[in-house]
């Protein structure tokens, strides 16, 4: 199981952007989509983008599309989430996860799917 790992979260005041970022280690990029969820206190942890394993297609939820960017860096084993405009509301923890998909033209929105974690990192929007 490769091991995820995520960096990038802080505190930022609303308007405001982050990077986060997410390393892969022990295993290659190759047939695994990569995800963006997010869990904030007191509720459930919800989707909020995924990428194919060769970048070729992507999701984002409803509430961050057109904010937030997601991309990878294959031969880097590191995937990119850029969040611009942040809002109060986008404050959680984010976690980075992995899914294996060899059909690059599909992209799954759902956690189960999802087989490797990473510790999350945290992401605070202030008013």
């Known amino acids: 199981q490769p091991p995820l790992v995520e960096s990038g979260g802080g505190l930022v005041q609303a308007g405001g952007s982050l990077r986060l970022s997410c390393v892969v280690s022990?295993?290659?990029?190759?047939?695994?989509?990569m995800g963006w969820f997010r869990q904030a206190p007191g509720k459930e942890r919800e989707f909020v983008a995924t990428i194919s394993w060769s970048g070729g297609t992507t999701d984002y939820s409803d509430s961050v599309k057109g904010r937030f960017t997601i991309s990878r860096h294959n031969a880097k084993n590191t995937v990119y989430l850029l969040m611009n405009n942040l809002e109060p509301e986008d404050t959680a923890v984010y976690y980075c996860?992995?899914?294996?998909?060899?059909?690059?033209?599909?992209?799954?929105?759902?956690?189960?799917?999802?087989?490797?974690w990473g510790q999350g990192t945290q992401v605070t929007v202030s008013s």
């Open positions: 022990g295993r290659t990029f190759s047939n695994y989509a």
């Open positions: 996860a992995a899914d294996f998909n060899p059909h690059d033209n599909v992209v799954r929105t759902t956690s189960r799917w999802y087989e490797y």
